[in-house]
């Protein structure tokens, strides 16, 4: 009775069988997945995507109207926004000219 049950040898040899091939991964190529996981985790998602660009949208729009339109003013987002580099949450940068 002190023998373990298939089910958890089973699921123990799988776990033991994962961390034996982690085990073999070069540091580089771990470090490398981390990194490619971690930029995927914190990307965008195309909802966040499109709240963006309508606040662009509204920011210029607003702009043109306090400035006296489009002739008057641009209205230029930078950075994050621009180079596609924003984080959720992040601000977005402008210059209004």
Same mark, same amino acid.
Not at 31 to 43: C, Q, R, S, T, Y
């Given at each position: 009775?002190?023998?373990? $049950? +298939?089910?958890?040898?089973?699921?123990?040899?799988?776990?033991? @069988?994962?961390?034996?091939?982690? @085990?073999? $991964?070069?540091?580089?190529?771990?470090?490398?997945?981390?990194?490619? +996981?971690?930029?995927?985790?914190?990307?965008? $998602?195309?909802?966040?995507?499109?709240? @963006? =660009? @309508?606040?662009?949208?509204?920011?210029?729009?607003?702009?043109?109207?306090?400035?006296?339109?489009?002739?008057?003013?641009?209205?230029?987002?930078?950075?994050? =926004?621009? $180079?596609?580099?924003?984080?959720?949450?992040?601000?977005?940068?402008?210059?209004?000219?």
């Amino acid at each position: 009775s002190n023998h373990p $049950t +298939n089910s958890s040898s089973s699921s123990s040899s799988s776990s033991s @069988r994962h961390h034996h091939q982690h @085990r073999h $991964t070069p540091p580089l190529i771990r470090l490398h997945n981390e990194i490619v +996981n971690f930029a995927k985790l914190m990307e965008p $998602t195309a909802l966040e995507l499109e709240c @963006r =660009q @309508r606040m662009v949208e509204r920011v210029t729009n607003v702009a043109h109207g306090a400035f006296g339109g489009k002739d008057k003013c641009q209205v230029l987002p930078f950075g994050s =926004q621009v $180079t596609g580099l924003c984080l959720p949450g992040s601000d977005i940068d402008f210059v209004i000219r």
